[in-house]
């Protein structure tokens, strides 16, 4: 950890330090200046002091790297919602116990909230061997503050060797959090983890530059290596009910006093897209040609029960709010069915969407690149082509 260190000796009393840091850390004691724990260490108040009275020290050894050899196992994020696991969760175990089989090392279950020992159970069923668990009511709900302090406390006591969290509003802000308390590296979005069989260090890759490249970084010196991957990246693992695994309680060091987000209420959002979860998505693109247009789209999701989906250049266009964009700077999605109307199959777009496992593509030119990926191709204009199997998905679907 920083410190932030204060010469009472040299100190004036002049508080421009006081004025000038942006979190209210420090205050007057007396005629000398103190810090209290709301303290970032952003060191705005080194640099204005007139008088040199402030210094900001950061551990060297923290700094420089970490003695690696003492990390091991492969831990992944239990993240629920209200004692129940969300589905990257799971995603992330599958992934998790590939990368700990490879390393021949143990997968174990990060997890915290209030009364959750059956999720414990579930991610062994999941493929953990452990979980480490810090359970109270501070943890009842996610805050960024108790979560995190209760991670640090038991990365820095357990030294795992890779943390995985999924790409949710709630694993990014957690993982970046943890990572930056712990002094190591974290690479967010991930659209691969391996293990590189030589230097057994984690190879995260994921899109850089806008998208152009694929970049694999690495974490060299410190630990532990961490990364957060979006949903449906990886498949799904079976659950199998006959394992076992050990479930470690650690206590929560921190109270609800030094919480500084209070929950007041939870109010009902508008209703989101849920993309990624959908088992059916009908995507429009380009071709649609317009915002109206993309009714007869809307139409055959509605009618399947499905999401409605598009590609960038719809969204672009203004024809489809970006929640609706599936690919490499949208969802990355991996229903059962997939029908892309009008889309040619760009890479950007495949990447979020090759992995579905039924592809149906319709599309007036018969080399666009969608066809190689897809399960069933139409070669027609989805004009004529997307009300008629609306009308035949009706009837079906009435009897
Ligand atoms: C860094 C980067 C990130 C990107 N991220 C994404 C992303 O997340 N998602 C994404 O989708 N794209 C993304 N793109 C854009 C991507 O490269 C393509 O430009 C985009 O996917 C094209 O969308 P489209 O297929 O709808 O349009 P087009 O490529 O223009 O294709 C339209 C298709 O519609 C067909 N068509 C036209 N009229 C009809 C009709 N009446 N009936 C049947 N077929 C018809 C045409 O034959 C054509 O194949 C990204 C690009 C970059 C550079």
Redesign the pocket.
Known sequence: MARLLIDEEACTGCEACVEECPYGALEMKGDVVTVNEKCTFCGACVDVCPVEAIALEKEEKEAEGVDISQYKDVWVFIEHKRGRITNVSFELLGEGRKLADSLGCKLSGMLMGDGVEECAQEAIKYGADTVYLTEGPVLKEYRTDSYAAGAVNLIRKYKPDIVIFGATTQGRDFAGTVATTIYTGLTADCTGLDIDPETKLLRQTRPAF???IMATILCQNHRPQMATVRPKVFAMPEKDDSRTGEIIREPLPIDEDKVRTKILDFVQGAETVNLVDAEIIVSG???V?GSENFAVIRELAHVLGGALGA????VDAGWIPYEH??????RTVRPKIYIA?????????Q??MKTSEIIVA????PE?P?FKIATYGVV????QAVPMLTQEFKKLLAR
Not at 311 to 314: L, N
């Open positions: 806008g998208g152009n693109g380009r071709g040609g590609s960038r250049a719809a964009q599936v690919g490499q700077t949208g109307c009008g889309i040619s199959g760009a890479i950007q777009h990447a979020g319709i599309n007036k030119d666009a969608i027609a204009d989805i004009f």
